[in-house]
């Protein structure tokens, strides 16, 4: 029989196979060291992509962390050019860390995109990120494979957790009838060794889907073998205005990455850091957003600047409730 279209859903394994593979090392756990036990982490990603310094980088880092942030990441887009290598680079965020973190009492996670087109050079970045205090590396799974997720997670000189991106994925997952499910991805990246791992949004610039998104949720948390739970990410369209929703509908096991949604603050980088905590932190004590944002003055800013932008957007505007879009409603 001639198949014109055929799409891979699911995959079921041994125990004796399935037991051969590490899963990650940290998972979910990595929320308990920056306070995030009952609430969903937060982090921002460092934009723009491409063209920033070490330098610059460590300054917005700086004010990040002095915003109590939980995580910290590369773009996807960014390994290690010339006008940013990546020794200079760690060198540079940590020390910003480590400074701000000595006002605050708290140190985020940042998270190094060491992606390459070979193992031994991408084992060598893991390397430099860790030589130099580094605490937590990075890899875009379509480029190194799950056998690239794996030799990270093996490997027992990797002492830190790893963030794994999937930017690339949808040439072999968005076809309807061809293909691989994107679940399937996120099955597969625990079972290779993935702390954390993107999954998409349910709202924004990218495809979303409420149904989807809670299969990736299945997948990455339930009790399987010995894997432990794998951390779902969620970024392509969040701001403090959502973080609250989103918990509502995935849980509070998730990590929650915003770019613009953070750096686009109106008073600035810090204050778009604590208007993002102070989001998680209203999902923690069961309070709406815009309830927590009467004492709050960088969280009210925030939902009035991120929701009025969302409404003059209509195609946005199915996301929210009338409420979420006017909170004196």
């Not at 934009?47 to 990441?73: A, H, W």
């Not at 200079?88 to 940042?110: F, L, N, Q």
């Not at 794994?164 to 290779?192: D, I, N, Q, W």
Request: with cysteine.
């Amino acid at each position: 029989m001639e198949l014109e279209n055929l799409k891979l859903i699911d995959l079921q394994f041994p125990r004796w196979w399935a037991e051969a593979f590490p899963g990650p090392k940290f998972g979910v756990e990595v929320k308990k060291s920056v306070g995030a036990d009952n609430r969903p982490m937060v982090g921002c990603i460092i934009k723009p992509n491409l063209g920033l310094g070490p330098k610059q980088i460590s300054e917005m880092v700086y004010e990040l962390t002095r915003g109590g942030i939980d995580f910290i990441k590369d773009d996807e887009a960014l390994v290690n050019p010339k006008y940013c290598p990546i020794e200079e680079r760690v060198v540079r965020v940590m020390e910003a860390i480590d400074k701000a973190s000595s006002e605050t009492g708290k140190k985020p996670y940042y998270a190094f995109n060491i992606t390459s087109d070979r193992q031994d050079k991408m084992m060598k970045l893991a390397d430099v990120v860790q030589s130099h205090g580094g605490n937590s590396l990075m890899v875009v799974l379509p480029y190194v494979g799950y056998g690239g997720v794996r030799r990270l997670a093996e490997d027992p000189s990797i002492k830190v957790p790893l963030h794994v991106h999937r930017c690339g994925h949808g040439a072999y997952t968005r076809v309807p009838y061809h293909g691989f499910s994107p679940v399937l991805v996120s099955k597969l990246g625990r079972m290779s060794g993935a702390d954390e791992i993107h999954i998409g949004v349910l709202w924004g610039k990218f495809h979303h889907d409420v149904t989807e998104a809670r299969q990736h949720c299945e997948v990455l948390r339930k009790p399987w073998l010995h894997f432990k739970p794998t951390l779902p990410t969620l970024s392509g369209g969040n701001d403090p205005s959502n973080v609250g929703r989103a918990s509502s509908i995935l849980g509070r096991d998730l990590l929650i990455l915003a770019g613009g949604g953070i750096l686009g603050h109106p008073s600035g980088i810090k204050a778009g850091a604590l208007a993002m905590m102070q989001a998680a932190e209203a999902v923690e004590k069961n309070i709406l957003a815009e309830e927590y944002a009467k004492e709050h003055a960088e969280l009210a800013e925030a939902l009035k600047f991120w929701l009025k932008a969302y409404k003059k957007q209509s195609r946005f505007c199915d996301t929210y409730s009338e409420r979420e879009l006017d909170p004196s409603k």
